[in-house]
Nanobody, 119 residues
Framework: QVQLVESGGGLVQAGGSLRLSCAAS????????MGWFRQAPGKEREFVAA????????YNADSVKGRFTISRDNAKNTVYLQMNSLKPEDTAVYYC????????????WGQGTQVTVSS
């Protein structure tokens, strides 16, 4: 399995920006679909964004469309989540996840990074 380590979370005021990074181990990173999920206190984990192995296709939850952008650098084994125009409701622990080819779901998860947006 690929090992994932997120970074870049923190405290930001509403309207501000943050960029999350997720560094992956292993030689097969470039073959994985990668995704970002989040979980707010008392709520279930929800999908935020995903990106194809080549980076040519991206998918975003309606709640973040136009504000968040997912990208990847396969040479650096890293996936990013650029978050702009942050809102207090974006406060959550953000998780990076890897979806290996030929499988039905995201099978590897990072430990998460906290994002807190103050009003």
């Amino acid at each position: 399995q690929v090992q994932l380590v997120e970074s870049g979370g923190g405290l930001v005021q509403a309207g501000g920006s943050l960029r999350l990074s997720c560094a992956a181990s292993g030689r097969t990173f470039s073959s994985y679909v990668m995704g970002w999920f989040r979980q707010a206190p008392g709520k279930e984990r929800e999908f935020v964004a995903a990106i194809s192995w080549s980076g040519s296709s991206t998918y975003n939850a309606d709640s973040v469309k136009g504000r968040f952008t997912i990208s990847r650098d396969n040479a650096k084994n890293t996936v990013y989540l650029q978050m702009n125009s942050l809102k207090p409701e974006d406060t959550a622990v953000y998780y990076c996840a890897a979806h290996p080819p030929g499988t039905r779901d995201f099978g590897s998860w990072g430990q998460g990074t906290q994002v807190t947006v103050s009003s």
